[in-house]
């Protein structure tokens, strides 16, 4: 078989199995995103690329190129072992065990979140505020894979930035990227709510944290629930901010007058994000929408 009729086959195996996940998700109750046929078309498509990309180091332009070359039996052995895999609910990104984010190929592998869509909009936003700043000093709280961190040593001009994680097993697989990557980056591995950087040492600080509250795990699809860590995604609805309200908190002492605090949030509670905020003496806060006209991100000046 070529290389071209494999990746067709490839695009139909992957259509089908994103069509039987949104319907296994649709009679479950969750709230999966809805999924035309058009969206079908291209995650797999997408998907399809991410695969050749990672066993055989080809882009869109060597598929083209290689089109007519006969698939080894090597190559069709890995096919059938991702494929494999993924029917059985793995996640694509742990199943090749790296992802994209921000034009950075990343290491992901279960007990580390999978960076999504809407934090490259986060990184989108640090970077266009802070245009033609430099020397910033940097710190990403939960950092995970590294993803925000990784980003923002990458396109910000020169920055000084500090990552930091609860989980040794999250950090292992930041510092892993940023030696891949070469960025120099300081991890830390503590404990937000006992952890405190020093007075006056920052000029940004940026989140992800757990933010899905438990009464919404019911609607979640399985390949989520099964297979990323509990702990990088929920919060107790009894205390959805919590996370917030310490970082915000750590953010009145070591953010620099008119430094920046910035947030990616659950929509849900996006009107309380702003009320502590600005009970906690922020300036300026706002809520921006994603791509999907979600409220998602709150960022806020220290006064």
Not at 15 to 21: E, F
Not at 116 to 133: C, F, H, K, M, S
Request: hydrophobic share 40%; glycine share 8%; proline share 4%.
């Amino acid at each position: 078989m070529t290389v071209s009729d494999r990746y067709r086959r490839l695009r139909t195996e992957l259509r089908g199995l994103l069509g039987k996940r949104a319907k296994e998700a649709a009679k479950g109750g969750q709230s999966a995103p809805v999924r035309d046929a058009e969206s079908l078309d291209y995650e797999a498509t997408e998907m399809a690329r991410l695969i050749f990309y990672a066993l055989k180091g080809w882009n869109t332009t060597d598929l083209v190129i290689h089109a007519a070359d006969e698939v080894s039996d090597f190559t069709e052995g890995r096919i059938s072992e991702v494929l494999g895999r993924m029917k059985k609910g793995e996640p694509i990104q742990y199943v090749l065990g790296e992802c994209r984010f921000y034009g950075l190929t990343l290491a992901v592998r279960p007990g580390v979140l999978i960076p999504r869509q809407e934090t490259e909009e986060l990184v989108e936003i640090i970077v266009d505020a802070n245009t033609g700043r430099r020397d910033l000093r940097v710190l990403d709280v939960g950092t995970g894979s590294g993803a925000i961190a990784l980003a923002l040593a990458r396109n910000l001009e020169f920055p000084d930035v500090t990552a930091l994680d609860v989980s040794r097993e999250a950090l292992s697989v930041a510092e892993e990227n940023a030696r891949r990557l070469r960025a120099d980056i300081r991890f830390i591995e503590a404990d937000i709510f006992t952890w405190q950087p020093a007075e006056g040492s920052l000029d940004i600080i940026v989140s992800n944290p757990p933010y899905v509250m438990e009464s919404e795990e019911k609607g979640m699809e399985a390949h989520v629930l099964d297979w990323e860590p509990r702990q990088a995604l929920f919060v107790p609805d009894s205390d959805p901010l919590r996370y917030y309200r310490r970082i915000a908190e750590i953010g009145t002492k070591a953010l620099v007058p008119g430094g920046r605090i910035y947030f990616e949030i659950n929509p849900l509670c996006a009107d309380g994000m702003v009320a502590m905020m600005e009970k906690a003496g922020y300036t300026g806060v706002e809520v921006e929408k994603d791509i999907c006209g979600k409220r998602r991100f709150v960022l806020g000046i220290r006064n």
